[in-house]
């Protein structure tokens, strides 16, 4: 089966393995998870989710969250894969399920140690209830932001004509719904970012741009 229409075609069937594991994931999470991931899907229509879900004592490392971290971190690796195979197709190797693999692996190491900086920083201000409910309403809107790309890359891996319209359109999206989900927990949190102005601009220095910037100059 031949996947993209770039000058490196991926022709492995793993592709489709893939979205079986990420459904089957979203399934169980349906299955075991039903009301809370319903919120999800509309967390940019309404704050219920943040509201109801933001008590919890394991605020971040729980079941539901373990779920859909993998379910995110595969769409954020098959949309990497897709900008090389699209603009550095020279980079792409003949095993594309091997970079993708490796995508995976940084992404999941970038992600730990964001979160762990950020624990750190939550230490060293004492703010650590607040810290941990930043990282909850920003993990919350990023995996509703995967959620909602998801049916593009599906049209992107399977649909051989417009297939890079598609993916450029993808980017559009995602992008617009990043800048959407800064601005939204922005103006939700106002009140602890102004009494904490330098916490979290030394938080958004080295959790936010500087690991875009790396991801960019590594895939660029």
């Keep these: 089966m ?18 079986i594991i990420v459904f ?8 075991l998870y039903k009301e809370r991931l319903s919120k999800l899907v509309f967390l940019f229509f309404s704050k219920d989710y943040l509201l109801k879900y933001r008590k919890e004592n394991q605020l971040i ?3 539901f969250n373990a779920l859909l971290f993998i379910v995110q971190i595969i769409i954020l690796s098959l949309i990497m894969l ?25 992404l999941i190491v970038f992600f730990f140690f964001r979160y762990l900086i950020g624990k750190l920083l939550g230490i060293l201000f004492d703010i650590k209830q607040q810290q941990e409910s930043l990282t909850f309403a920003k993990m919350s809107y990023f ?14 891996f399977y ?17 617009i719904l990043l800048t959407v989900r800064y601005l939204v927990i922005f103006k939700n949190n106002k009140k602890i970012i ?3 102005l330098f916490y979290f601009i030394l938080y958004l220095c080295a959790l936010e741009i500087i690991p875009f910037l790396l991801i960019y100059k590594t895939i660029a």
């Design 61 to 63: 490392i729980n079941g």
């Design 82 to 106: 897709a900008y090389i195979a699209f603009y550095k197709s020279e980079a792409l190797t003949d095993n594309s399920l091997k970079t993708f693999l490796k995508i995976g692996l940084g």
């Design 24 to 31: 089957l994931l979203l399934g169980i999470a349906k299955l």
């Design 194 to 196: 102004f009494s904490h």
């Design 2 to 19: 031949i996947f993209l229409t770039s000058n490196r075609l991926i022709d492995n069937d793993w592709i489709t393995i893939v979205f």
């Design 143 to 156: 995996q509703n932001i995967s959620l909602f790309v998801l049916p593009f890359l599906l049209f992107i």
């Design 159 to 175: 649909i051989k004509k417009y297939d890079l319209l598609l993916f450029q359109l993808t980017l559009v999206v995602f992008t």
